[in-house]
Each structure stands twice: as C-alpha cells, then as structure tokens.
C-alpha cells in the first residue's frame, strides 16, 4: 500500500512540473508574439492615407517623411536609383501596387500600367496640364517588365536611348515616357511637343516627376529624354530641380557621402 502511495505522489509531482513548464512556455511564447506584433500589423494593415503623402517601402515596411530615410537600394522603394551599372536586385521584379492607367485627361495607345503613387500624381498632373493645353496626356509607355524591356533591346536599340533588361527604370512601375519616344532633336523640334516639354519642366516636380535623364550621357549614361519622366516623390523632384541635378548625380553624392 504505502509504495502505490508514493508511485502516486510521485506521478503528481511529475505532472505539476510539465504544468508548471508548460505554463512558463506559454508565457514566453505570448512575450514574442507581444513583441512581434506591432510589425506584423504594419505589414499587413499600413495606413493609406500615410501612404499617399510619405515615403513608403513596402518591402521593408519604412515609412517616413524624411527624404533621407528613402532607400535608393530596395526595390519596392519610391527613390529606388536604377542606371546602366545599377540593376535590381530581383532579376523579375514586379511591383506590388500596380494599376491601369486610365482617367479622363491621359490617353495611351496600348494597355499600359503604372504603380499607384505615381498614377495618383500623373492623374492630379493630367487635370493641370489639360487645364493648360486643354489636351490629355498622352502615354506612350509606362510599365515594362522584364522580358518586354529585353524584346526592345533584342531589336537593336542602341545602348544610348534603351537601358538592358533588369537596368529600366520602367520596370520600377514609376517611370512614363509622353508623348514621343524617338530623339531629343525630334521631340523638341515638334512645336507641341516642345510647348508640353518646357510646361512638365516647370510643373512637373510639383507632382513628384523628375526628368531623368537630362545631362547627357556623361552623366546619366543614356542622351537626353525629355519624354521620360520618373515619380520620385514631390519633396525629393523639386529638391533635384532646385539645384539643377538629375537623379543619377544626387545618387553618386549620396554615395560619396556615405
């Protein structure tokens, strides 16, 4: 009797310590999941009204209203720099957020795509520029991924006008070419053309577009584009506009300055 006594007080001292370990278990997992929960909330639920008028990151959930908190290496970021040397770090990328361009003041000649930010800005630059000229804005190309970048290159494209597959802007889902894509002594001798141009080089920071490339190949690698045009965020645009930079220089003294 007294050893069926003690097998019992022994199995119950046995079960409270799996208890009482158990519990201790619970509780730590409950202090990681507090921990933890507060990110996961803001990846899955960011705030959209935020999102409209600050920097914002997907891929690293950064969201900040300081031009220098904007990541120029991650591809999902608004100020991520794309060059003939600088590629994304996904060979496909494929932004998250895109959507049809389509509104009453922009026109395209075929489907195009564009990430939401920078359509929000070309819609509210459309009504300013349709104000203006009484006319739509008219796209020629917006949203490229990676294999249509590589099928324009495979059509000898020269280095000096089309970036390589996996080295486009378009690819960012921010980036639009208007009007006409051909040369920069072709677009501006076209008096319309030209007449649009110096308005978007007035107003288009305003809205967060940057023209590219501006400086010659010299610097931006690529001749001038005055068609193509590159939402950056409005801060960021007229910070390049007032100091009469391109985005390549304002990236390379970023880097420098590191």
Same mark, same amino acid.
């Given at each position: 009797?007294? &050893?069926? +006594?003690?097998? !019992?007080?022994?199995?119950?001292?046995?079960?409270?310590?799996?208890?009482?370990?158990?519990?201790?278990?619970?509780?730590? =997992?409950?202090?990681?999941?507090?921990?933890? $929960?507060?990110?996961?909330?803001?990846?899955? &639920?960011?705030?959209?009204? +935020?999102?409209?008028?600050?920097?914002?990151?997907?891929?690293?959930?950064?969201? @900040?209203?300081?031009?220098?908190?904007?990541?120029?290496?991650? !591809?999902?970021?608004?100020?991520?720099?794309?060059?003939?040397? +600088?590629?994304?770090?996904?060979?496909?990328?494929? %932004?998250?957020?895109?959507? $049809?361009?389509?509104?009453?003041? =922009?026109?395209? @000649?075929?489907?195009? *795509?564009?990430?939401?930010?920078?359509? /929000? @800005?070309?819609?509210?630059?459309?009504?300013?520029?349709?104000?203006?000229? &009484? *006319?739509?804005?008219?796209?020629?190309?917006?949203?490229? !991924?990676?294999?249509?970048?590589?099928?324009?290159? @495979?059509?000898?494209? %020269? /280095?000096?006008?089309?970036?390589?597959?996996?080295?486009?802007?378009?690819?960012?889902? =921010?980036?639009? /070419? #208007?009007?006409?894509?051909?040369?920069?002594?072709?677009?501006?001798?076209?008096?319309?053309?030209? &007449?649009?141009?110096?308005?978007?080089?007035?107003?288009?920071?305003?809205?967060?577009?940057?023209?590219?490339?501006?400086?010659?190949?010299?610097? !931006?690698?690529?001749?001038?584009? %005055?068609?193509?045009?590159?939402?950056?965020?409005?801060?960021?645009?007229? *910070? #390049?506009?007032?100091?009469?930079?391109?985005?390549?220089?304002?990236?390379?003294?970023?880097?420098?300055?590191?």
């Amino acid at each position: 009797m007294p &050893s069926l +006594v003690n097998n !019992d007080m022994l199995s119950i001292k046995i079960h409270a310590r799996y208890l009482i370990l158990s519990m201790m278990f619970m509780g730590w =997992l409950l202090a990681i999941n507090s921990l933890f $929960a507060p990110w996961a909330t803001q990846i899955k &639920s960011p705030n959209p009204s +935020v999102e409209k008028t600050l920097l914002h990151n997907p891929s690293q959930n950064i969201i @900040s209203n300081d031009i220098n908190d904007c990541s120029l290496n991650t !591809d999902a970021s608004i100020c991520r720099f794309i060059w003939n040397k +600088v590629h994304f770090s996904d060979l496909k990328y494929v %932004p998250l957020n895109l959507k $049809a361009v389509k509104w009453d003041y =922009l026109t395209s @000649s075929k489907p195009s *795509k564009l990430g939401k930010e920078a359509l /929000d @800005s070309l819609i509210s630059m459309s009504k300013a520029f349709h104000k203006e000229f &009484s *006319k739509p804005i008219f796209v020629v190309s917006s949203y490229r !991924d990676y294999a249509y970048q590589a099928g324009i290159k @495979s059509r000898w494209c %020269p /280095d000096s006008l089309c970036a390589k597959a996996w080295f486009s802007e378009h690819q960012t889902g =921010l980036a639009v /070419d #208007l009007f006409e894509a051909s040369t920069e002594k072709d677009f501006l001798d076209n008096k319309e053309h030209s &007449s649009y141009f110096t308005w978007l080089d007035a107003h288009a920071a305003e809205y967060g577009f940057h023209n590219s490339y501006q400086k010659w190949a010299k610097i !931006d690698w690529y001749d001038r584009e %005055p068609w193509h045009w590159r939402y950056l965020w409005a801060e960021l645009a007229t *910070k #390049l506009e007032k100091e009469n930079e391109s985005f390549t220089q304002y990236y390379y003294r970023k880097i420098k300055s590191r």
